[in-house]
C-alpha cells in the first residue's frame, strides 16, 4: 500500500507562487507514474501535471509554461512548483500514483491512478 501526504497549499494573491510537495510512504518513482490533479468547488477532478516512471512528462495548457512537477529520490518528494499563479488555480491539489508508465492519453485521468493524498487547499485571490 502507498501512502501519499501534500503539503504546501496555501493563499495567496494573483501573481504569486506556490511549492507543492507530495512525500510518499516508500521509494516508487523509478517505477510509478505520477500526477497532479486539483478540484475546485462543483468541478470535476482535472490533471495539471503528470510523469511517466519512464520520465515523460505532461501539463494541462492552462499551466503550461506556470507549473512545473520535480522530484527528488532521495526525499522520495515529487514537487509542483506553481508560479503566476491565477484565481482560476483555486482548489484542492491532489497527488496521486499508479504503478507502471502513463501515456499521453491517460496521465490526465484520476482513473487511471490507484493511489490518492488527502489533498492541499490553495486559495488565488485577485
Given at each position: 500500500?502507498?501512502?501519499?501526504?501534500?503539503?504546501?497549499?496555501?493563499?495567496?494573491?494573483?501573481?504569486?507562487?506556490?511549492?507543492?510537495?507530495?512525500?510518499?510512504?516508500a521509494y516508487i518513482y523509478s517505477t510509478y507514474s505520477m500526477g497532479w490533479f486539483r478540484q475546485a468547488p462543483g468541478k470535476?477532478?482535472?490533471?495539471?501535471?503528470?510523469?511517466?516512471?519512464?520520465?515523460?512528462?505532461?501539463?494541462?495548457?492552462?499551466?503550461?509554461?506556470?507549473?512545473?512537477?520535480?522530484?527528488?529520490?532521495?526525499?522520495?518528494?515529487?514537487?509542483?512548483?506553481?508560479?503566476?499563479?491565477?484565481?482560476?488555480?483555486?482548489?484542492?491539489?491532489?497527488?496521486?500514483?499508479?504503478?507502471?508508465?502513463?501515456?499521453?492519453?491517460?496521465?490526465?485521468?484520476?482513473?487511471?491512478?490507484?493511489?490518492?493524498?488527502?489533498?492541499?487547499?490553495?486559495?488565488?485571490?485577485?
Amino acid at each position: 500500500q502507498v501512502q501519499l501526504v501534500e503539503s504546501g497549499g496555501g493563499s495567496v494573491q494573483a501573481g504569486g507562487s506556490l511549492t507543492l510537495s507530495c512525500v510518499a510512504s516508500a521509494y516508487i518513482y523509478s517505477t510509478y507514474s505520477m500526477g497532479w490533479f486539483r478540484q475546485a468547488p462543483g468541478k470535476e477532478r482535472e490533471g495539471v501535471g503528470g510523469i511517466s516512471s519512464d520520465g515523460r512528462m505532461w501539463y494541462a495548457d492552462s499551466v503550461k509554461g506556470r507549473f512545473t512537477i520535480s522530484q527528488d529520490n532521495a526525499k522520495n518528494t515529487l514537487y509542483l512548483q506553481m508560479n503566476s499563479l491565477k484565481p482560476e488555480d483555486t482548489g484542492m491539489y491532489y497527488c496521486a500514483a499508479k504503478p507502471g508508465p502513463l501515456s499521453w492519453w491517460s496521465w490526465g485521468h484520476h482513473s487511471y491512478y490507484n493511489y490518492w493524498g488527502q489533498g492541499t487547499q490553495v486559495t488565488v485571490s485577485s
